[in-house]
């Protein structure tokens, strides 16, 4: 895998928006552990490598246990996850995956009853920008662990 354009570089303010959007997402008040499984499975369902694997390893350094991460493409069968991450879960996928008639119902509901509508709303913040993130990454496909010594995420041992 190659790079094809150095997106930070040919577009410096744009990029350091997003970095302004993420920062201010990873501030807001949904917890760390709910914003690494957000931050992976969307990253899963985009095939984005790059975010994949940068994700993993910021969840492994903030904590997350390995077997959570194996576990994340079948969520809903695995009894790892609270009803919460669930929940953050499904809307991640509809919100990365949008049917063709919106969010269903279910869904909304189901993450209404775990999250608050302040929460809920950056929840979907959360969502938006991680997609944003892989929209980038799989257009010019910035080669997985090419950062690691710059983010800090060397720490994570998975070299």
């Known amino acids: 895998m190659t790079q094809r354009v150095d997106y930070q570089q ?3 303010e744009l990029f350091k ?3 302004a959007l993420s920062m201010a997402v990873a501030q ?15 990253s899963q369902i985009n095939g984005c490598a790059f975010c994949v694997d940068m994700h993993i390893k910021q969840a492994l350094i903030g904590g997350e246990r390995p077997l959570r991460i194996h576990h994340l493409p079948v969520w809903r069968e695995s009894p790892l996850f609270s009803e919460r991450e669930r929940a953050a879960l499904a809307w991640t996928e509809v919100l990365t995956q949008l049917p063709p008639h919106g969010v269903p ?17 950056e929840l979907t913040y959360a969502v938006m920008s991680i997609n944003a993130w892989n929209r980038i990454n799989v257009a010019f496909t910035p ?9 800090g995420l060397d720490k994570a041992g998975l070299a």
């Open 17 to 19: 928006k997003l970095v």
């Open 28 to 42: 807001g008040g949904i917890e760390a552990t709910i914003g690494h499984l957000v931050e992976i499975r969307a």
């Open 10 to 12: 040919q577009s410096p």
């Open 105 to 121: 119902d279910d869904i909304y509901t189901l993450a209404r009853e775990q999250f608050s509508e302040k929460e809920l709303t």
């Open 143 to 151: 080669v997985p662990g090419s950062a690691d010594k710059a983010y």
